[in-house]
């Protein structure tokens, strides 16, 4: 009788270990798949069918449909939050980039945004229709530029590097950004965005430039 109770245990431990090895498998997999390098500027490209996936004709805009660019790929990336979305950007006057945010805020995500003071109300800023849309935005009230570039999407996903959220940065510099789920880099971005949030709140500073 226990010769059969030990051999069922060690069925059902090795059965358990098969699972757990092919689940920590499919984890590492899908970790690895989400770490993304994309470079710019980006290629010219129509992303329409990202921004407006419900319309119901085609769009015959003149630039190229059917291609994968950087811009697309960063517009995925952003496009796939579900719960939240958490923006720590210097400057941010890209439109296609405001209307991701928008579709995102128009689906119920919850999103938070911080930039720059000196930059968020410069010509062709799209910090105003954010805040007209009623999503929360802060500036900084330190002395020195905020100068960060960083996205999380879903407290999961980190996307940083050197691109401004700018026309210019996307389709005229260099820039690199870098995606991934790696915790131990997500983990301490998502720190410094809420410890700039907290600092930044304007009910701390009364007379600051946030309230325009």
């Known amino acids: 009788m226990w010769t059969v109770k030990v051999i069922g245990f060690s069925v059902l431990a090795a059965s358990v270990s098969v699972e757990l090895l092919n689940w920590l498998r499919r984890r590492y997999k899908a970790r690895k798949t989400l770490n993304e390098v994309i470079f710019f500027p980006s290629e010219l490209g129509c992303v329409e069918h990202l921004l ?6 085609p769009c015959y805009c003149a630039l190229p449909h059917g291609v994968e660019t950087s811009l697309s790929r960063l517009l995925r990336h952003i496009l796939s939050a579900s719960s939240s979305l958490d923006l720590c950007v210097f400057s941010f006057s890209n439109m296609d980039l405001c209307r991701a945010v928008l579709a995102l805020h128009q689906k119920g995500v919850i ?3 911080l930039s ?6 410069i010509s062709g800023s799209q910090i105003g229709p954010l805040r007209q849309a009623g999503i929360c935005v802060r500036s900084d009230v330190g002395s020195v530029y905020m100068h960060h570039k960083f996205a999380l999407v879903d407290g999961s996903i980190l996307i940083t590097g050197s691109l401004n959220w700018t026309l210019t940065a996307v389709q005229g510099n260099m820039e690199n950004l870098i995606v991934t789920m790696e915790p ?7 720190q410094e965005f809420n410890r700039l949030w907290e600092i930044n709140d304007p ?10």
């Open 116 to 121: 720059d003071k000196q930059y968020i109300a």
């Open 184 to 190: 131990e880099l997500v983990r301490p971005y998502i």
């Open 111 to 113: 999103i938070r945004v």
């Open 52 to 57: 407006r996936p419900s319309l119901p004709y």
């Open 203 to 212: 009910l701390k500073h009364p007379n600051s430039v946030q309230a325009f």
